[in-house]
T-cell receptor
Framework: GAGVSQSPSNKVTEKGKDVELRCDPI?????LYWYRQRLGQGLEFLIY????????KSGLPSDRFSAERTGESVSTLTIQRTQQEDSAVYLC?????????????FGPGTRLTVL | AQKITQTQPGMFVQEKEAVTLDCTYD???????LFWYKQPSSGEMIFLIY??????QNATEGRYSLNFQKARKSANLVISASQLGDSAMYFC?????????????FGTGTSLTVIP
């Protein structure tokens, strides 16, 4: 595809359930980022993947959050035992490299609602 | 510590007028990039403009320009000739270049409303 895609676009789940969010980056983009955006707030960094390097997980808010990426392809963000405070839009972004100029291309986001 | 500050939660501008959205940043890294993104009500993040810390000239992209004052650590976005479609949230972001950190740091955003 031409841009970053994310699925599902919307997810409603019950408290305590696990959810898995998917991100398909732009082909050839080695860097992939996950962010969380609560209603009316800015972007909160979660995790960063760069090629085959160890991911930067410093933004993950708790051990209920994890993410995987195989090579330079699809990434999945998993939230276990969801809580109501996990309700947010989860944005994925990809970029070409880790140079100074490193424009991120964002996906449309997954809106997660935890009841 | 890395930090981005946008002190204007909301701004209004008359159509066709210019508006400046403020952004200050804090970093001890000598090399970094500064970015502005637009987020309309539809939710997508749209890249607007980039400024590198070693760039001598202020960045410009069409109606967008970045007023970069390195000594003051400010990177204000100037939108000239505002249009109704400019109404959106605007986020300033910084990416320091280090050996250990690869994050983008985002400000809390400024909501811009263009008045007809």
């Amino acid at each position: 595809g031409a841009g970053v895609s994310q699925s599902p676009s919307n997810k409603v789940t019950e408290k305590g359930k696990d959810v898995e969010l998917r991100c398909d980056p732009i082909s050839g983009h080695t860097a992939l980022y996950w962010y969380r955006q609560r209603l009316g707030q800015g972007l909160e960094f979660l995790i960063y993947f760069q090629g085959n390097s160890a991911p930067d997980k410093s933004g993950l808010p708790s051990d209920r959050f994890s993410a995987e990426r195989t090579g330079e392809s699809v990434s999945t963000l998993t939230i276990q035992r969801t809580q109501q405070e996990d309700s947010a839009v989860y944005l994925c972004a990809s970029s070409l490299d880790r140079g100074t100029y490193n424009e991120q291309f964002f996906g449309p986001g997954t809106r997660l609602t935890v009841l | 510590a890395q930090k981005i500050t946008q002190t204007q939660p909301g701004m209004f501008v008359q159509e066709k007028e210019a508006v400046t959205l403020d952004c200050t940043y804090d970093t001890s890294d000598p090399s970094y990039g500064l970015f502005w993104y637009k987020q309309p009500s539809s939710g997508e993040m749209i890249f607007l403009i980039y400024q590198g810390s070693y760039d001598q000239q202020n960045a410009t992209e069409g109606r967008y320009s970045l007023n970069f004052q390195k000594a003051r650590k400010s990177a204000n976005l100037v939108i000239s000739a505002s249009q109704l479609g400019d109404s959106a949230m605007y986020f300033c972001a910084m990416r320091p270049i280090t050996n250990t950190g690869n994050q983008f740091y985002f400000g809390t955003g400024t909501s811009l409303t263009v008045i007809p």
